[in-house]
């Protein structure tokens, strides 16, 4: 018995593929006055001198920062509001939801989804103009205390952990008591990697991109036309051109007829006929043609 295999999902990463600015600077710092260089400074030494992962280093210090006022995980998703996009967004959700398939392929039921998967604070995320057009959120997470305040990292999402999320999205997975080393065919897989596009901004994507490419799955780094360094644009093309990790490269413009905006609706349609294609050939080979007089 197989699954109908008819959802199309896009999977983003958040910072500086989503939004230009990294979410702590935009929605935390300026609330709770904590000073962004003597911050990333402090994370920095934390890696370096004592040999922590980055996503840990991060939350330690926010932690640190955060102490006095110690908020609730339910005032840092209000705090949320407070995050900005690149242009086109959140628009492009709404109008990939009302104009982007054709009508043969919503007669298949043929859907796309969007997931965020980010090393940033889901909490945020969620609180964000995007939440309501996003499936599933996979972000680090705080546990809190009997008051709801934050006290530990529950959840640290890395650049290397994030393929996890991947698999739990083409198994189905979804919730954290699911045990995605679980084995599952792949005709009971509800999101095949094929049916899959990742979009990212840099190194820190690249086994996300590696796992898309070995799998038949499509990817896009993407960078910022306004970094006037030109250091994000540098990432993407190294990735493309010398590393060889993705095969497409866009500017982060998500507006209808931009180039990344045109990449996004080229592939998804080519994945929704490839999967009425699919369905035409099974019924094909399922069916036995009555005998001729």
């Known amino acids: 018995m197989s699954v109908p295999q008819n959802t199309i999902a896009i999977i983003y ?11 702590q600077e935009e929605a935390l710092f300026p609330v709770f006055g904590i000073n962004a260089a003597h911050f990333w400074q402090r994370c920095g030494d934390l890696v370096q001198k004592q040999g922590f992962d980055s996503e840990l280093a991060y939350m330690k210090v926010l932690l640190d920062c955060l102490e006095i006022d110690r908020p609730t995980n339910a005032y840092l998703r209000e705090l949320g509001a407070r995050l900005t996009f690149y242009k086109g967004l959140p628009e492009m959700f ?5 104009t982007l398939l054709s009508p043969e392929h919503v007669a298949h039921g043929i859907t796309v989804e969007h997931y965020i998967v980010s090393s940033g604070l889901k909490t945020l995320i969620e609180g964000s103009r995007l939440a309501p057009y996003v499936r599933k959120i996979f972000g680090c997470e705080y546990a809190v205390d009997e008051r709801d305040r934050i006290t530990f990292p529950k959840r640290v999402i890395s650049h290397t952990q994030k393929t996890q999320f991947l698999f739990r999205i083409n198994k189905g997975m979804l919730e954290m008591d699911q045990d995605v080393n679980d084995h599952m065919d792949n005709d009971l897989r509800p999101v095949p990697f094929q049916n899959m596009i990742y979009v990212g901004d840099g190194p820190t994507d690249v086994p996300c991109f590696t796992l898309m490419r070995r799998n038949g799955g499509q990817a896009i780094a993407v960078y910022n036309p306004d970094d006037a360094t030109r250091v994000s644009f540098k990432k993407c093309y190294q990735l493309s051109t010398h590393a060889d990790r993705v095969k497409n490269i866009a500017p982060s413009d998500f507006r209808s007829g931009s180039h990344l905006r045109l990449l996004l609706e080229e592939m998804v349609v080519e994945i929704g006929n490839k999967i009425v294609q699919r369905r035409r050939d099974d019924m094909e080979a399922g069916t036995v043609k009555a005998p001729k007089h």
């Open 13 to 23: 990463d958040y910072d500086q593929t989503l939004s230009p600015f990294y979410m």
């Open 94 to 98: 709404d109008e990939f939801q009302k």
